[in-house]
C-alpha cells in the first residue's frame, strides 16, 4: 500500500513538473513575441493570385494560430477614372499587381509558414529575403492610419488634393473621424456622384 502510494506522488509530481515546463515555454514564446516589432513586408504572388494568396494567408494564420504574428493583409488598391464606350466611371484597380502586403512581428520561425502558403512565391528583399517597407513607403502606401485634425463638416465646399479626383470640388456630407475619411458628393460624368475620401486628401474652401 505504502509502494502504491509513493507511485502515485512520483507520477504526480511528474504532472506537475510537465506543466511547469508547458507553462515556461508558453511565458517565453510570450516575451520572444513581445520582443518583436510589428513591420509591414511585401508579399510577391502569382500573376492574378492576390486575393488567393490573401485568403489562404488568411487560412494559415487560423491554422497555426499565428495572429499574434500576422496582422494586416492587404491588396493596394486605387481609385481611377476609366473610359469606356465614350462613357466614364470611377473604378477601383489594383495598384501593385502580383502584391500583397502584410503586417507582421516577424522571425526566422514562421517564414515557411509564410512562403509555402499556396499564391505566395516569396517575400520582396535582397535574395528573397524579408525586407520591411520603410516609414517612408509605409506613409506613400497609407498603410496606417494619420490621425488628423481637419476643420470640416457636413456642408462644407471642398476641394480634393489627392488622388485619381485631384483638382475636384465637393461638398462634405458627412466625416467619419475614426476612420480619417469624409463621404463627399462630386459632380462627375454629369451628375453628382458620391465618394468617400481621405481626410488628409481635402481640403476646405471658404463659402
Not at 15 to 33: C, G, K, L
Not at 188 to 207: S, W, Y
Request: a negative charge; proline letters at 2%; aromatic letters at 6%.
Amino acid at each position: 500500500m505504502e509502494e502504491k502510494d509513493t507511485l502515485n506522488e512520483i507520477q504526480n509530481e511528474e504532472v506537475v513538473e510537465e506543466a511547469t515546463v508547458v507553462s515556461e515555454d508558453e511565458q517565453s514564446y510570450q516575451e520572444f513575441v513581445d520582443s518583436l516589432e510589428a513591420k509591414w513586408y511585401a508579399l510577391h504572388t502569382f500573376s492574378g493570385y492576390e486575393n488567393v494568396a490573401k485568403e489562404n494567408l488568411e487560412t494559415v494564420i487560423e491554422k497555426f494560430n499565428l495572429q499574434d504574428r500576422i496582422f494586416d493583409i492587404i491588396i493596394p488598391m486605387e481609385d481611377v477614372v476609366e473610359e469606356k464606350n465614350g462613357k466614364k466611371k470611377l473604378v477601383q484597380r489594383k495598384s501593385m499587381p502580383c502584391y500583397i502586403l502584410a503586417k507582421i512581428k516577424y522571425a526566422d520561425d514562421i517564414w515557411h509558414n509564410i512562403i509555402h502558403t499556396r499564391g505566395i512565391t516569396g517575400f520582396v528583399g535582397p535574395m528573397g529575403r524579408p525586407l520591411a517597407l520603410t516609414q517612408e513607403e509605409v506613409m506613400k502606401l497609407k498603410l496606417e492610419k494619420i490621425k488628423v485634425e481637419v476643420d470640416v463638416v457636413a456642408g462644407d465646399n471642398i476641394e480634393i488634393v489627392d488622388g485619381a479626383l485631384t483638382g475636384m470640388i465637393g461638398k462634405v456630407t458627412a466625416v467619419d473621424s475614426e476612420s480619417g475619411t469624409a463621404s463627399v458628393n462630386v459632380e462627375m460624368f454629369g451628375r453628382d456622384t458620391a465618394v468617400e475620401v481621405e481626410l488628409t486628401q481635402i481640403r476646405k474652401i471658404n463659402n
